[in-house]
C-alpha cells in the first residue's frame, strides 16, 4: 500500500502529541476456512477532547477496528499489525495487566446493547461501585456516593431509587444512561462507542446524543463514536471518517465530510439515505453490497459500485489526496484546486451520475452479491 | 469500459467462491468435525467398542461362562488369559467383550426412547405453551425431585431386575431431562418471527412443528441426549452393582465390577478393568458430543 | 356492507380479486383492542394488564401506503400481529374489502390468510435457519395445496422479482445471506400467497442505509406490479414521509393524530406529533440540537396516565388533559383527505385555554 509515503493526517499545525494515534492499523480474523480482513491499514490520529465518528456499513471494519483499541478480539484468532498509542501507552505491546488497568479507567467503552453490557445480577449502584472501587481504590461508602453523583450527572431521574435497580427494571433509555455511567465512573480520558443510540427510540436518541455532548465537553474526553447513521454523526462527531472494506477513505472535519462530501462512496450514501425526497423519485441507492471481506481484490474496493471506475481504479487503491484543511479522500478522481479537494466528476461518459455504472452494478449482481 | 477493468471484474467470481458455494447444514457440521481429531479418535473407539460387542461371540477366545476352580483370579497376561481371569476362573477378555453387549444397550437403547418420548413431550410443552406446559413440566419436575439414582433403584426395585426392566427403568429416569431441554428449545424457536410467518400462511399445527420446530429443536436435543448415554451407562452399571439389573452369571461391566470388588486387594488390576471400560466408554460419548455440540453450531 | 363515501383512490387499475369496489377501502379495522394480562403469584391471577392497543380505528384505501409511527412500546407491532390473526383481539371488527373477517357471516380467516401478509423486520428470527431459502419462500404455497413442484417454482420466479438470482441462491440457507438480502427473502415469502394488502413492520429498520434505500426502491416497484396495499410500520419518520400516503401516529396504544403525509409533516397538530417529528436528526452539522424535544421515555403501557396519556410529557398540558381523554373524532366516517388529532387543543370548547373559540350555529 502507499498509505505511508502521503503526509499523516495528523494536523495543518502538526500537534505536539496527539492524544490517540494509529498508524498503518491492520487486522485479520484467521481461521481454518478463510482469512477475514478486516481492517487494512487505518491511520488517525485524535487530539485530546476531539470527537471522531467512524461511519461505514456493516462490515466496513468500523467496530473491529475501535475494539482493537482495547484488544477485545479473541487472541487465538486474530492477527494485529501496526501501532496504536493511547496517552503513554501503546496499545498493541502493553501488558494483559496494564491493559486490565487501563480498560474501565483511561479508556471506556459503551455498547449499542445495554443489556449485554451490564451484568443481570447485580444492581447499578453496585456495577458502578465496584469498577470505582478496583480502579481507584474508594471504600464503600465513598465508591457509593460516587455512583450517586454519577447517575445525577447522566441525569437518570430519581437516582437514589435506580442505585438498587437492576438492569431488568430499566427501560431502554434508562438503561443506556446506566451504562453510560458505569463507562464515565472513573473519568476515562477516551470513550469508545458502539453504535450507543442505535436501537433507540428517536426522542430517546436525542436525549443521550445531548447528554453524550455534554459529558464530553465537561470532562474532555476524547471519544471515537461507530455509527452507520450520518444524522448521528452529524449531531456529535468533530471529525468523520468514513471506512469501506477497512479502510478510511475520506476523512475531514465534520462540516467538510457531510456537506462537501469528495469521495464518491461518502456522496452515495449521503445521496441514497431518506431525507425528504420527493416521493415519486425512486431514491438514488448504491447498487451492490460491500465486497467480501475474504477476498479483496487488488485496487480500490468500492470499484464494482462505483459510477466513475476507471481502468486505473483496478490497479491499485488510491493514495491519499488531503487538503489545507485535513480533508482527506482516497480516489483517483479527487485532486486539489488550490487549498481544497475537489473532485473531478467531469470526465465521464455521458449520463455517468445518473446511470450508475450499469455494468459494474450488473456484474456485482451476477455474482449474487446484491444486496 | 476498458479492458484491465473488464478483466478485474471477471476474475472476481473465482475470488468470491466462498460466498456462492453451496453447503447443506448436515455438510458444514461435517466440515467442521472433520478437523476435530478427538472427537474422531472418539467416534472410531465408539465403533471399535460397538463392533467388538456384536461380534463377541467370534472375537472372544473362550466361553465366558465356563468356571475353572483352578485358574482363579489369574492375573493379567497369564498364560492364554490375555486379562486374567475372575473369581470364578472365567476370562476377563471374553467377558469384558460379552459384557459389553447388554452395558452397550442399556446406554443407547434407553436413551433412544427416552428422547422420542420426552422430546415429544417437551415439544408439545413448548409449542403449545400455558395449561398444557404446566400440566407436562410439573409432572416433570415431579420426577426431577429425585436423585436419578435413587429414582432409578426405586422404580427399578418395584419393576424387578431383568433386561427389560432395567431398560424401562432408565427410560423413564431419562425422559425428565430430555423433555425438559425440548421444551427450552420449542419455546424458544415458537417465539421466533418464522413461526408467526408460517402460521401466517394458515399453516396447521402440525405443518408447522414438523417443517420449522422439529428441525430447530432436533440438534440441542440430539447433543443433549448423547451425553446421556454415558450416564445411562453408569447409572445401568450401578443397578447391576446393587443387584437391582441383570442377574448373575450374566456378563455385565456393572455386575462384574460388583462380584470382583471383593477381589480387589487379590488382583487389584482384573478387578479393576470392568471399571476402566465403563469409564473409557463414557468419556468417549461425552467427548463426542462434545465435539458434536461445537460442530453443530448449537448452545445446549 | 359498510360502503363509505371516500375520495377516489389513487389506484384504479382493474383487478379480479376486488370484490367491493375501488371506493371500498381495502381494510377496516373498526374498535379493535387488545389488553395483555400480566399474571403473578402462585394461582397466576392476572393482577394487571398491559393495554397494548386501546380501542384503535382507521381504514386503508386500495393501493395506499398507510405509514404507522411511534415509539417503542407504543403498540406498533401488537397492532400488526393483530391485524394478521397472530393475536387474538379481545374487542373490534375487521373489514376485508366489504367482509366482515373471522366471524360467521364473513370471510373465512384462511381467506384473510391469503389476502393479507407481513414482512418481518430483518433480524436473525424472521427465516427458518434450517431450511434453504427456496423452501422458506415455497412453504406458504404448498401449505395453500399448491404442489411441491409449482411452490418451487413460483418461489424461483418470485425471487427473481424481488431482484435475487434463482439458481444462486435456491438452495443457500439464511446465514449465507447479508441484511438487504434476507429481507429480499422475507417479502419474497410474504408475497408468495398473492396477496392484496401487506403490513410491513420495521421492514427496513435494520438495514444499512445504502440498502435501506435499494429495499424501499424494491417495495415501491412490487406496488405499482402487483397492485398492492401497505401498511408501513416503523419508527424512523424519514421513511415513513417517503413512502407513505397517509401517517397515523401512535402513542401507548392509541391513536393520536392521523392524516395525508405532506400535513401531518408540515402542519402536525398534536403536540406528540411536533416533537417526534423535531427529535428528526438534520445531517447538517451546523443545526445541532440543544436540548432535547421529548423528555423521558414512553410511559409504561400498564398503567397509562388518566385522561390524555400524554399529558405526562406535553409542555402545554392543562387540568382538562388529566381530567378527560380527547377524542379523535370519528375515524371511519372521515375522508382520507381529513387530518384528525386526539388533542383538545384543537377541539373547540374542549377547556383548554389554547383550543379554538366554538363556533356557534
Not at chain 1, 185 to 193: E, F, G, I, M, V
Not at chain 2, 217 to 222: H, T
Not at chain 3, 46 to 67: C, M, P, Q, R
Request: charge should be neutral.
Amino acid at each position: 500500500m502507499n498509505d505511508m509515503t502521503t503526509p499523516n493526517l495528523s494536523g495543518s499545525q502538526p500537534l505536539a502529541t496527539p492524544f490517540v494515534s494509529v498508524k498503518d492499523l491492520r487486522v485479520r480474523f484467521v481461521s481454518r476456512e478463510a482469512t477475514v480482513r478486516a481492517v487494512n491499514g487505518v491511520t488517525f490520529d485524535l487530539a485530546r477532547g476531539e470527537v471522531l465518528c467512524v461511519i461505514g456499513e456493516s462490515g466496513s471494519g468500523k467496530s473491529v477496528m475501535m475494539r482493537s483499541l482495547l484488544r477485545l478480539h479473541p487472541k487465538k484468532r486474530t492477527v494485529i499489525e501496526g501501532s496504536m498509542q493511547v496517552g503513554e501507552h501503546d496499545i498493541g505491546t502493553v501488558s494483559d495487566r496494564v491493559l486490565s488497568k487501563l480498560r474501565g479507567s483511561t479508556i471506556s467503552m459503551i455498547f449499542q446493547e445495554p443489556m449485554t453490557a451490564l451484568d443481570p445480577l447485580y444492581t447499578i449502584g453496585d456495577q458502578i461501585a465496584e469498577t470505582v472501587r478496583r480502579h481507584e481504590g474508594l471504600g464503600r461508602e465513598a465508591a457509593w456516593a460516587r455512583a450517586l453523583e454519577l447517575l445525577e450527572l447522566v441525569r437518570v431521574p430519581s437516582p437514589e431509587r435506580r442505585l438498587k435497580a437492576y438492569p431488568h427494571e430499566l427501560s431502554g433509555g434508562l438503561r443506556q444512561r446506566a451504562m453510560i455511567a458505569v463507562a464515565l465512573s472513573c473519568r476515562p480520558s477516551l470513550l469508545l462507542a458502539d453504535e450507543p443510540t442505535t436501537a433507540l427510540d428517536a426522542s430517546v436518541q436525542i436525549q443521550v446524543l445531548v447528554l453524550l455532548r455534554r459529558l464530553q465537553r465537561e470532562m474532555d474526553m476524547s471519544m471515537i463514536f461507530v455509527t452507520h447513521d450520518l444524522g448521528v454523526a452529524a449531531q456529535i462527531a468533530d471529525k468523520v471518517a468514513v471506512m469501506y472494506a477497512g479502510r478510511i477513505i475520506e476523512y475531514g472535519s465534520v462540516g467538510d465530510v457531510l456537506n462537501r462530501p469528495q469521495h464518491p462512496y461518502t456522496q452515495a450514501m449521503l445521496a441514497s439515505t431518506v431525507k425528504d425526497q420527493e416521493r415519486v423519485v425512486p431514491l438514488e441507492a448504491i447498487a451492490g453490497s460491500p465486497p467480501d471481506l475474504r477476498a479483496l481484490p487488488e485496487g480500490c474496493s468500492f470499484l464494482p459500485r462505483c459510477a466513475y471506475a476507471e481502468p486505473e481504479c483496478a490497479v491499485a487503491m488510491p493514495s491519499e489526496t488531503v487538503d489545507a484543511s485535513r480533508h482527506m479522500a482516497r480516489c483517483y478522481r479527487v485532486g486539489l484546486e488550490g487549498k481544497r479537494l475537489a473532485f473531478n466528476g467531469s470526465a465521464l461518459p455521458p449520463g455517468g451520475r445518473a446511470t450508475p455504472a450499469p455494468m459494474a452494478a450488473e456484474r456485482a449482481e451476477m455474482l449474487g452479491r446484491s444486496a | 469500459m476498458t479492458d484491465a477493468l473488464a478483466n478485474s471484474l471477471a476474475a472476481a467470481p473465482v475470488q468470491s467462491a466462498p460466498a456462492a458455494r453451496v453447503r447443506s447444514y448436515w455438510g458444514g457440521v461435517w466440515q467442521r468435525l472433520r478437523y476435530d481429531y478427538v472427537t474422531l479418535f472418539c467416534i472410531a473407539l465408539i465403533i471399535l467398542i460397538v463392533l467388538s460387542a456384536v461380534f463377541a461371540p467370534w472375537l472372544a477366545p473362550f466361553d465366558p461362562y465356563k468356571s475353572s476352580m483352578a485358574h482363579r483370579l489369574r492375573p493379567i497376561g497369564y498364560r492364554q488369559f490375555l486379562l486374567g481371569t475372575d473369581e470364578q476362573g472365567r476370562d476377563m477378555l471374553s467377558r469384558l467383550l460379552y459384557g459389553g453387549r447388554v452395558s452397550l444397550l442399556m446406554g443407547i437403547v434407553p436413551v433412544l426412547l427416552a428422547t422420542l418420548v420426552g422430546g415429544m413431550f417437551g415439544v408439545v410443552a413448548g409449542y403449545y405453551g400455558r395449561k398444557v406446559n404446566m400440566g407436562i413440566m410439573r409432572t416433570m419436575d415431579i420426577f426431577f425431585a429425585f436423585p436419578s439414582v435413587l429414582l432409578a433403584v426405586a422404580i427399578s426395585g418395584s419393576l424387578g431386575g431383568g433386561i427389560t426392566n432395567q431398560m424401562l427403568t432408565l427410560t423413564v429416569v431419562l425422559i425428565p431431562p430430555i423433555c425438559r431441554v425440548a421444551e427450552t428449545a420449542t419455546s424458544q424457536v415458537r417465539n421466533m418471527d418464522f413461526v408467526d410467518a408460517a402460521r401466517a400462511t394458515g399453516a396447521s399445527t402440525t405443518s408447522i412443528l414438523f417443517t420449522h420446530v422439529l428441525i430447530n429443536v432436533m440438534s440441542p436435543v440430539l447433543v443433549y441426549a448423547s451425553t446421556l448415554v454415558s450416564i445411562s451407562i453408569i447409572l445401568a452399571s450401578g443397578l447391576s452393582f446393587l443387584g437391582l439389573g441383570v442377574s448373575p452369571p450374566t456378563a455385565d461391566w456393572g455386575l462384574m465390577l460388583s462380584t470382583l470388588r471383593q477381589s480387589i486387594y487379590v488382583q487389584p488390576l482384573v478387578s479393576a478393568i470392568p471399571g476402566v471400560a465403563i469409564l473409557v466408554t463414557s468419556i468417549a460419548f461425552n467427548l463426542v458430543s462434545d465435539g458434536l455440540r461445537q460442530a453443530m453450531d448449537v448452545k445446549a | 356492507m359498510t360502503q363509505m363515501a371516500l375520495s377516489p383512490p389513487p389506484v384504479a387499475a382493474e383487478d379480479p380479486r376486488d370484490r367491493g369496489g375501488p371506493a371500498q377501502p381495502m381494510l377496516i379495522v373498526d374498535g379493535i383492542r387488545k389488553y395483555f394480562p400480566i399474571r403473578a403469584g402462585v394461582l397466576n391471577r392476572t393482577v394487571a394488564e398491559v393495554k397494548a392497543v386501546d380501542d384503535i380505528s382507521f381504514y386503508v384505501l386500495k393501493g395506499e401506503t398507510l405509514g404507522i409511527v411511534g415509539e417503542s412500546g407504543c403498540g406498533k407491532s401488537t397492532l400488526a400481529r393483530l391485524l394478521m390473526h397472530l393475536v387474538d383481539r379481545d374487542e373490534g371488527h375487521l373489514i376485508l374489502d366489504g367482509d366482515l373477517v373471522g366471524e360467521e357471516t364473513g370471510v373465512p380467516l384462511d381467506g384473510l390468510r391469503r389476502a393479507l401478509q407481513m414482512v418481518f423486520q430483518d433480524s436473525y428470527s424472521s427465516l427458518n435457519p434450517r431450511l434453504p431459502i427456496e423452501q422458506s419462500i415455497a412453504y406458504g404455497p404448498k401449505v395453500q395445496g399448491a404442489s411441491s413442484k409449482v411452490a418451487k417454482a413460483q418461489a424461483r420466479a418470485l425471487m427473481e422479482k424481488v431482484g435475487l438470482k434463482a439458481n444462486l441462491f435456491a438452495q443457500r440457507y439464511p446465514h449465507e445471506l447479508s441484511g438487504g438480502q434476507k429481507q429480499r427473502v422475507n417479502i419474497a415469502r410474504a408475497l408468495a400467497l398473492d396477496p392484496r394488502l401487506l403490513i410491513l413492520d420495521e421492514a427496513v429498520s435494520a438495514l444499512d442505509k445504502s440498502v435501506e434505500a435499494q429495499v424501499l426502491n424494491l417495495l415501491e416497484d412490487l406496488k405499482k406490479q402487483l397492485n398492492l396495499t401497505y401498511i408501513f410500520i416503523s419508527h424512523d419518520l424519514h421513511v415513513v414521509r417517503y413512502i407513505s400516503d397517509r401517517v397515523l401516529v401512535m402513542y401507548l396504544g392509541q391513536v393520536v393524530e392521523i392524516g395525508p403525509v405532506d400535513q401531518i409533516y408540515e402542519d402536525p397538530q398534536h403536540p406528540y406529533t411536533q416533537a417526534l417529528l423535531a427529535c428528526r436528526l438534520s445531517m447538517d452539522p451546523e443545526e445541532r440540537v440543544e436540548a432535547a424535544p421529548l423528555a423521558g421515555d414512553p410511559p409504561n403501557p400498564v398503567n397509562p396516565p388518566s385522561g390524555c396519556r400524554f399529558h405526562t410529557r406535553c409542555p402545554f398540558m392543562e387540568d382538562v388533559c388529566m381530567a378527560k381523554a380527547p377524542g379523535l373524532g370519528d375515524v371511519l366516517r372521515s375522508s382520507a383527505d381529513d387530518h384528525l388529532a386526539a388533542c383538545h387543543m384543537v377541539h373547540p370548547g374542549s377547556g383548554h385555554s389554547r383550543a379554538p373559540l366554538p363556533v356557534r350555529a
